[in-house]
């Protein structure tokens, strides 16, 4: 959930990492028994040149929109060639292909190591956060909502956008001028999502939303209601999941809202 692509589809790859955006129809493991017992040998792993294994093996909890937006992917690509269900069933222990081809580098190892989350907080020598040394780059986004933050970007626990707490048919509002890329449902994690493309290769989406008052193609501008909030998708309570996305990777909203 890029890289930065138009059309629907495209624009759901940006998101879920290419996702990429982050990321439709992913479901979590499920409890069907392990597809292979412990002393089976698991397929000879190898990596393309971005470092990609071929396969990676199911852990309890996995979806397939996270797998992919870990290895940077197109979750559609991943159900495409494990011949998954139209609601990307997967199981624990399952080994899924990620690629296929022969450009690529052996490991000689039996399982693919456990990544490790691509997001690095630059380092700094005072206390000042990161994201204000990049707070002036990009100028005129504004809040989408006026309701209290309850949480902020921290990729180690998976969450990778601002959270807003609120009440059923509170608005969203657009940050920032642009084009709308997505408004639909097809991603279950985030329930009904908006994702606005900007300039400067920037896109904000909008999650578990109630009503999506846009569709794809409108223009919008900053400030503008684009939606109502709930609490649609993987989530148990009303609120509003921002995401901003340069490049097609997450970055702290905060780089463009200031504090």
């Keep these: 959930m890029k890289r930065i692509m138009t059309g629907s589809h495209l624009a759901k790859a940006a998101l879920i990492g290419t996702m990429a955006v982050a990321t439709l129809s992913v479901v979590g493991c499920a409890t069907k028994p392990t597809y292979q017992s412990p002393n089976q040998v698991g397929p000879k792993i190898i990596t393309n040149a971005q470092g990609v294994p071929n396969y990676h093996r199911v852990q309890r909890g996995d979806t ?102 609120g009440n059923v048919g509170d608005p969203v509002l657009a940050s920032q001028s642009g084009t709308v890329l997505y408004s639909g449902n097809g991603l279950p994690e985030y329930g009904n999502l908006i994702m606005i493309r900007h300039s400067d290769d920037y896109i904000t989406a909008y999650a578990h939303n109630s009503q999506l008052l846009v569709k794809e193609g409108d223009t919008v501008q900053r400030g503008q209601r684009i939606a109502t909030m709930g609490s649609s998708g993987q989530t148990n309570q009303v609120g509003l999941e921002f995401q901003v996305r340069l490049n097609g990777n997450p970055i702290d909203p905060r780089t463009v809202l200031g504090r």
Excluded at 110 to 124: G, L
Excluded at 129 to 150: F, H, L, Q, W
């Design 64 to 165: 397939v929109s996270q797998i992919a937006a870990r290895y940077r992917l197109n979750y559609r690509q991943i159900g495409a060639l494990n011949n998954l269900d139209s609601k990307y069933t997967i199981y624990s222990g399952q080994w899924l292909k990620l690629w296929q081809g022969n450009t690529a580098r052996s490991n000689n190892y039996s399982r693919p190591a456990q990544p490790q989350p691509t997001y690095t907080p630059p380092v700094t020598q005072s206390r000042t956060p990161a994201y204000e040394a990049t707070a002036n780059s990009t100028s005129g986004y504004d809040y989408p909502t006026r309701n209290p933050v309850t949480r902020n970007i921290d990729p180690a626990t998976g969450n990778m956008g601002m959270w807003f707490a």
